[in-house]
């Protein structure tokens, strides 16, 4: 057996469950479809029935995409396959638009050949004085069917598995059991307000799922990264229910690049064996050892250094001193009041482009807030500083508007008519129609197409005066709703081609010299991450085609609602005064119908505005304690090459 390197021990002597590391959710997907198909296949060849357990809840999406498209593609076929679900809500009809039965039935089973029969989920509906003997005669067919050959996990930002939350015994079996509020709040996204949320559920337990002969736990995005690292680095403990699969003989964790930034070996790879020391990696440790130390970056020494694991470091590059520079000169290059570039002015370091001058600019928004809750202050600068700047809403975002929210206007629109005397007998069919559906609408049901335009509109309304509040004027607004999206649900449909194609027609009608776009994928619906890549593969093509516009257009990332770049990752940061703090949240507070209640907001229970005020205090905050001048407010971008 060949010997391991010494770096790959280094890993090891931190990381306690192996783990992969691949830089897509699809491509670790794929990876784990890959061993899933091995799998049934190599039982088929011995005539046995292979044994599946499988997870709900976003991150196994794309893994079931990929098992479809192997099944009807390269032949895959599920007709030997017994699946067991880990778990369901409770109570739940099994038609609920949030019922794993039919999320499974969705993303997978009614797409491949299996057996309907051999198909388990734990029954929401089951009466509460039967639930026990429900949970033991599934832990029962399991055993009957020869235990779980391979079980797919994901994890919660609280590290339960299933439903097994932190606490849970080793030994517990399928039960029924209470979810925390984390949990509730993370699972928010998927019902209209958290109050939806069931408080229980039917799971199986930790005890049934390391029976299991094999284990993969999957992980995407920077919201997963704390818990994954407390799992894989940390002791085993019932507090982090994950982490007791580092007692398991045959487990892998299957992460993203995203999930896997809190680990040693990304975090920092110096400790972890030979380490390129290029200008991104200098910047990563010196400002992470600034931070842990509470110093100015000015104010390190060689000790510190030393004692930080840096002396490698030290060794490539000489005396503290000089690197200490370097890093302080990065982050100071970074900050800039120009967003556009400054006209008439030679700065080489600058993160944009001096000319033109002014620029055209297109600002992508996902939904019809994202451009003032994310780059709000910046997005009155460029404005202000004299560029032609468009705004691009790409979705409707009807899903996110309450159906209060719909009343109070059909209330408004029927006391408009009859105040001015409008005798408009559609329009009155039409809100008569809306509001009667909208009374006797049931959580399973999905809005009619009237009720989503009036949603839509609704939001569209809001959108463009927000755009005037900046000051732009009328056509500098661009609502493409995105066929992607309107789905009436949640669950959105992959990117299409007509999406791609709507985007480039209006990137050719403008030829910008910047676009900015959402960089956060941890929007936990999808849909930034959907945006961008409709916004990237529209700029691929224009390029391909020879548009020569193109080759002078920049593409600047923002981060959304949910999160914020890491600081070594910054290369342009717009400082906001206190003034324009506020007039940032004044323009936020346009959208009515985000504020106050906010369906599908995800685990934050925090208002938008709260959100991104305190994210960006934040930002100016770090850069302050680095010894950089302090603001009060920053935004933060990342320059994205294609």
């Known amino acids: 057996m060949a010997k391991k390197t010494a770096s790959m021990d280094l890993i090891d002597s931190f990381e306690k469950i192996p783990t992969k590391i691949f830089t897509t959710a699809k491509q670790g997907s794929a990876y784990a479809a890959q061993q899933i198909a091995e799998l049934i296949r190599e039982k088929q060849a011995k005539n046995e029935n292979c044994v599946l357990g499988l997870a709900t809840g976003s991150t196994p999406k794309s893994l079931y995409a990929e098992l479809v498209r192997l099944h009807k593609e390269e032949g895959l076929s599920f007709k030997n396959v017994i699946a067991f679900n880990l778990d369901e809500y409770y109570p739940i009809e099994r038609d609920a638009i949030q019922s794993y039965h039919r999320f499974m039935k969705q993303q997978l089973f009614d797409k491949v050949d299996i057996d309907q029969n051999n198909c388990h989920i734990p029954d929401g509906t089951t009466a509460k004085e039967e639930i026990k003997h429900h949970c033991a005669a599934y832990e029962q067919k399991i055993a009957e069917a020869g235990g779980i050959d391979l079980q797919i996990l994901g994890i919660g930002v609280n590290g339960h598995i299933g439903f097994n939350e932190p606490g849970s015994s080793i030994f517990t079996k399928t039960r029924l059991t209470t979810l925390t509020n984390s949990t509730r709040l993370a699972n928010s996204y998927e019902f209209a307000n958290i109050s939806a949320v069931p408080r229980l559920a039917i799971t199986m337990g930790i005890g049934t799922i390391t029976k299991a002969k094999k284990v993969i736990l999957l992980a995407w995005g920077s919201t997963k990264a704390p818990v994954i690292r407390e799992a894989v680095e940390g002791d085993d403990t019932e507090h982090v229910p994950a982490s007791l699969l580092q007692n398991h003989d045959d487990v892998t964790f299957v992460v993203d690049e995203a999930a896997a930034a809190e680990l040693t070996r990304y975090k920092s790879p110096w400790l972890t064996g030979e380490c390129e020391w290029n200008e991104r990696m200098i910047k990563k440790a010196v400002v992470n050892m600034a931070l842990k130390l509470g110093k100015p970056v000015l104010s390190l020494t060689n000790t510190d250094y030393n004692e930080y694991g840096l002396s490698d470091l030290l060794v490539e590059k000489g005396d503290a001193y000089e690197i200490n520079l370097q890093v302080y000169y990065m982050l100071r290059d970074s900050i800039t009041g120009w967003p556009g570039g400054k006209p008439n002015a030679v ?296």
């Open 347 to 642: 700065i080489p370091n600058h993160p944009e482009r001096s000319n033109p001058y002014p620029k055209k600019v297109v600002l992508f928004s996902p939904h019809p807030d994202d451009d003032i809750i994310s780059m709000g202050g910046t997005f009155q600068r460029l404005h202000d500083q004299g560029h032609e700047v468009h705004v691009a809403y790409q979705t409707s975002g009807n899903i996110a508007v309450t159906d209060e929210f719909v009343t109070r206007f059909l209330d408004f629109a029927v006391g408009f008519e009859q105040m001015f005397g409008i005798d408009a007998d559609k329009s009155k069919q039409i809100l008569a129609e809306a509001r009667g559906y909208l009374e006797k609408k049931k959580s399973n049901e999905i809005d009619t197409k009237e009720i989503r335009e009036i949603k839509g509109l609704i939001r569209r309304c809001e959108a463009a005066a927000t755009c005037r509040y900046v000051g732009l004027k009328e056509g500098q607004w661009h609502f493409q709703n995105l066929p992607f999206y309107e789905t009436g649900t949640i669950e959105k449909n992959p990117m299409g081609e007509e999406d791609v194609l709507l985007t480039m027609q209006l990137l050719r009608e403008i030829k910008p010299q910047q676009v900015y776009c959402a960089g956060d994928f941890a929007d936990p619906h999808g849909t930034h991450l959907v945006c961008f890549n409709v916004v990237l593969e529209s700029l691929k093509r224009i390029k391909a085609a020879g548009d020569e516009w193109v080759n002078d257009c920049w593409l600047w990332l923002y981060k959304g609602a949910w999160q914020e770049w890491n600081l070594e990752e910054i290369e342009m940061a717009i400082p906001m005064s206190p003034e324009q703090v506020m007039k940032k949240r004044f323009g936020i507070f346009i959208h009515q119908s985000q504020k106050d209640m906010v369906p599908f907001q995800g685990s934050d229970s925090r208002e938008f505005w709260q959100r991104a005020e305190e994210r960006n205090a934040a930002t100016a905050d770090l850069y302050g304690k680095l010894g950089l001048t302090q603001y009060a407010a920053m935004e933060a971008f990342v320059r994205w090459h294609y």
